[in-house]
């Protein structure tokens, strides 16, 4: 299996353990999640909606990557797409977790033209 199908794991567990640090304080409801998390303040709601971008970030991310390989586009360039697509994306939250919201947001324009850089990698083949 190549790295490029690795990373799709990989940006598929991403959100688990972001969402394991919104919850994770004394008091949390499981049988509410999700109207605990929208109580959260500070880094906790700052982390459930990194949980969210992440989410939303993998199904185009995985997408580009199994169409660049069924377009049998260059292995090592769509290797290094994803393994750089999944830094980002750890910075990406690291960042958001952080409250730094301008590199934030520059890692995320960096992550998404991974995105679409393979789906014209795939386009030109």
């Not at 794991?9 to 972001?18: E, F, G, Q, R, W």
């Not at 640090?21 to 459930?48: F, I, M, S, V």
């Not at 260059?74 to 919201?101: C, E, G, N, W």
Request: glycine residues 4%; contains cysteine.
């Amino acid at each position: 299996m190549s790295i490029a199908y690795w990373c799709i794991l990989v940006a598929a567990l991403i959100p688990y353990p972001i969402a394991m640090l919104a919850k994770a304080k004394a008091g949390y409801d499981n049988h509410a999640p999700r109207e605990y998390l929208a109580k959260t303040d500070g880094y906790r709601k700052r982390a459930n909606w990194a949980q969210f971008n992440a989410f939303e970030a993998f199904p185009a991310f995985a997408a580009a990557v199994i169409i660049a390989q069924l377009q049998h586009a260059p292995q090592s360039t769509i290797d290094m797409l994803a393994v750089a697509f999944i830094a980002f994306r750890i910075l990406h939250a690291s960042f958001y977790i952080l409250d730094k919201a301008t590199l934030r947001s520059t890692v995320w324009a960096l992550g998404f033209s991974c995105v679409i850089a393979l789906f014209v990698i795939a386009g030109t083949q």
